[in-house]
């Protein structure tokens, strides 16, 4: 039983499982998304969601931190640069995984995990709802605006008989 066992074996030594998701990550910092099965997906967020928070703070010693676990000079050149540029505002939450579904030759569940920042369709709708005003998502929002508009008309109107009763 694995009573209290947090971490994701993957049917692996710590070593093989270290390197596995060491190279992993390497690649999601270099090409912003890749394609792996679902279960190796979730461990690499666990992986290189604190990492690229370490690389927000450029500073020798969190490049020296980041690169004990990547060993890959390039991969924290673009971590500490364009990465962290991006991701710069955000509080956490750096990746999305989209499941993908079965793959061909092995039936195992396959999805793409990407960095949130560096997609441009997501991206793009987000950006034009931070420029506008605050949306909300209730409907009677727009008829209780109406209904205040259409109150003074009627109030005008009233005045108006009023005063040829009053001569």
Same mark, same amino acid.
Do not use: H, W
């Given at each position: 039983m694995r009573h209290g066992d947090k971490i994701k074996n993957l049917g692996r030594k710590k070593a093989h499982r270290d390197a596995l998701l060491s190279n992993l990550a390497c690649q999601l910092i270099q090409y912003k998304r890749i394609v792996t099965t679902t279960a190796k997906a979730k461990a690499l967020r666990v992986y290189v969601e604190p990492l690229i928070t370490k690389g927000k703070e450029n500073t020798t010693h969190q490049?020296?931190?980041?690169?004990?676990?990547?060993?890959?000079?390039?991969?924290?050149?673009?971590?500490?640069?364009t990465v962290a540029e991006k991701v710069g505002g955000r509080p956490g939450g750096y990746t999305r995984i989209i499941k993908l579904g079965a793959r061909?030759?092995?039936?195992?569940?396959?999805?793409?995990?990407?960095?949130?920042?560096?997609?441009?369709?997501?991206?793009?709708?987000?950006?034009?709802?931070?420029?506008?005003?605050?949306?909300?998502?209730?409907?009677?929002?727009?008829?209780?605006?109406?209904?205040?508009?259409? #109150?003074?008309?009627?109030?005008?109107?009233?005045? #108006?008989?009023?005063?040829?009763?009053?001569?």
């Open positions: 490049r020296r931190v980041v690169f004990s676990y990547l060993q890959d000079k390039e991969a924290i050149k673009e971590l500490f640069g061909v030759g092995d039936n195992a569940e396959t999805a793409m995990i990407e960095l949130v920042d560096f997609n441009e369709i997501y991206g793009k709708g987000k950006g034009e709802e931070q420029t506008g005003a605050k949306k909300t998502r209730r409907a009677g929002s727009k008829k209780k605006t109406e209904t205040v508009v259409d #109150a003074p008309e009627s109030t005008e109107a009233t005045p #108006a008989t009023e005063e040829p009763k009053a001569e």
